[in-house]
């Protein structure tokens, strides 16, 4: 969560259907900027419509399944550290709350799992893999 807060580049790729593979063949990876946040993270209860862009969220409850933090005008973010992880109900309305380029999950994943991790349903929603390192040991 403080590497989101913080903002910076990382390593990404967009996440295509098995459709869209064959049509424009398996997307490079590329850098994408997500920016820092405006504030230090702020806790809500839900996504809702006119939150503060450029600022990272995170829900108050552990348990709050459709996503784990967001960036209204920015899209959410999902942290996971197996090689699946399905999109939960609630996700795509959470996500439609978030204004311009909100439509947008990015799964959050180790080296281990950043090549193979696939696009999930509902396909109507982008999705991308973004690649966490793992930490330096010192």
Do not use: C
Not at 8 to 23: A, N
Not at 49 to 74: C, E, H, K
């Amino acid at each position: 969560m403080d590497l989101l807060e913080q903002g910076g580049t990382f390593v990404y790729r967009e996440l295509l259907s098995d459709k869209s593979k064959r049509k424009r063949g398996t997307p490079a990876d590329g850098t994408i900027d997500i920016p820092r946040s405006s504030q230090p993270r702020l806790i809500a209860e839900r996504v809702e419509v006119g939150q503060l862009a450029n600022q990272l969220y995170v829900p108050r409850t552990s348990n709050y399944t459709a996503i784990d933090a967001w960036m209204p005008q920015f899209g959410g973010f999902q942290m996971t550290v197996g090689k699946t992880h399905d999109i939960k109900g609630g996700a795509a309305d959470d996500l439609a709350k978030l204004g311009p380029n909100g439509n947008r999950l990015f799964f959050l994943l180790p080296p281990l799992y950043y090549k193979t991790f696939t696009k999930k349903t509902p396909q109507t929603i982008e999705q991308f893999a973004i690649l966490v390192p793992y930490p330096e040991q010192v």
